[in-house]
T-cell receptor
């Protein structure tokens, strides 16, 4: 069955710095999703990546998908405090089931 | 358009009891999925409903059951509650086939505590 691993699990970074969160998955999955979750809140959809080489950007976040390497990345540019949250990637298993990673807890320090 | 709404937001139950959680899907969405998120973990797929029938299930025991109604709202029922059932339960909706392309819309969740 599809397995999804994220690293790092915890990330503390200074404002203004850049960093990348990695999402590896174990078997073929041509769809990859990124979600953000604030403490005690639900999941907010960030990116839907549907094909090899897909790259999407929204503000300071950019996500990419390499299906051959079974790798997706979420790159943070010039981090600001408002980006502090937990970020999840999820692969699609079949047509309906998401398999989530354990999440990366990001804390941006002023 | 309204989003996915879940009720109640918080719930405390005693071990061995039964609980029902409710979800109203986003307007126009006919598919509902339920996920369990334990503290510090990623959400885990419980099951999905489409056209009032279960059309996919994760690794959860039969005491986790559900329903979908003609208006596409849904219930999650858990019998014989165990302490490990304490978690945030998330409902997600989509239009058939669109969930894969656009991603699911998640509700705010129900925080269940079993004591």
């Amino acid at each position: 069955e599809l397995k999804v691993e994220q690293n790092p699990l915890f990330l503390s970074m200074q404002e203004g710095k850049n960093y990348t969160i990695y999402c590896n998955y174990s078997t073929t999955s041509d769809r990859l999703y990124w979600y953000r979750q604030d403490p005690g809140k639900s999941l907010e959809s960030l990116f839907v990546l549907l094909s090899n080489g897909a790259v999407k950007q929204e503000g300071r976040l950019m996500a990419s998908l390499d299906t051959k390497a079974r790798l997706s990345t979420l790159h943070i540019t010039a981090a600001v405090h408002d980006l502090s949250a937990t970020y999840f990637c999820a692969g699609a298993s079949g047509t309906y089931k998401y398999i989530f990673g354990t999440g990366t807890r990001l804390k941006v320090l002023a | 358009e309204t989003g996915v709404t879940q009720s109640p937001t918080h719930l405390i139950k005693t071990r061995g009891q039964q609980v029902t959680l409710r979800c109203s899907s986003q307007s126009g969405h006919n598919t509902v999925s339920w996920y369990q998120q334990a503290l510090g973990q990623g959400p885990q797929f419980i099951f999905q409903y489409y056209r009032e029938e279960e059309n996919g299930r994760g690794n959860f025991p039969p005491r986790f059951s559900g329903l979908q109604f003609p208006n596409y709202s849904s219930e999650l029922n858990v019998n014989a509650l165990e302490l490990d059932d304490s978690a945030l339960y998330l409902c997600a909706s989509s239009l058939e086939g669109q969930g894969a392309v656009r991603g699911y819309t998640f509700g705010s969740g129900t925080r269940l505590t079993v004591v």
